[in-house]
Structure formats: C-alpha cells, structure tokens
C-alpha cells in the first residue's frame, strides 16, 4: 500500500522522509566542533542514513535555540546532546532512537 500524505510517503504504515533529515552541530569554530562533526558523518555512514548534516557558530542563532552548553548534536530539531565531545559509536546510539532516520 503506497500514498502520499503531507510531503511523506506512506509504505505499509512506515514513513519514508521527502525533505531530508537534518542534523546540525552547534558551537564555535573549534577543534572540538570540527571533530564532533567528523564523529557524526561517521556515525551517519555507519548506520546509512541520508542526511544533511551543517554546522551552526554564530553565536547569536545558538543563543536563540537557547543552547547554554556547546558543542551540542541537534536531529531534526531535536537537542539530542549538549556540552561534550561524543565518540561516533555514542552518535550511533543517539541516532538510532530516531526510527524514521533509518526508513531514508
């Protein structure tokens, strides 16, 4: 059974995503971002998600998510880690609470 219902597709009662899954990195332009970053592209290839994954330094956009501690991990919105530098094997973790990540 397939139908489309508000820019989702809809397979045997699983979404599959149409706008790409987004996950976004917060904090200075620092070796600890820099490496976060590289963590969760790691992590993302491990598991085979499709997702954009950018990173957001300017101070006043990260003070408006209200994001006190940096660097921090945000999936599709969602803050999902704030204030340490995780290994890609903790992202994994992280990542795969997000079942609708993994149907991409």
Do not use: H
């Not at 209200?66 to 991990?73: K, N």
Request: net charge positive.
């Amino acid at each position: 059974m397939l139908s489309s219902r508000a820019g989702a597709e809809v397979f045997w009662g699983l979404e599959k995503r149409m706008t790409p899954n987004k996950v976004e990195i917060i904090g200075m332009k620092c070796p600890k971002n820099y490496q976060l970053t590289d963590n969760v592209r790691t992590a993302i290839a491990k598991l085979k998600i499709q997702a954009e994954v950018s990173q957001v330094t300017d101070p006043i956009e990260i003070a408006k998510r209200g994001i006190l501690s940096t660097p921090a991990v945000v999936v599709n919105g969602e803050v999902v880690s704030t204030g340490k530098l995780i290994d890609s094997e903790q992202i994994e973790k992280l990542l795969v609470r997000f079942p609708k990540l993994l149907i991409g």
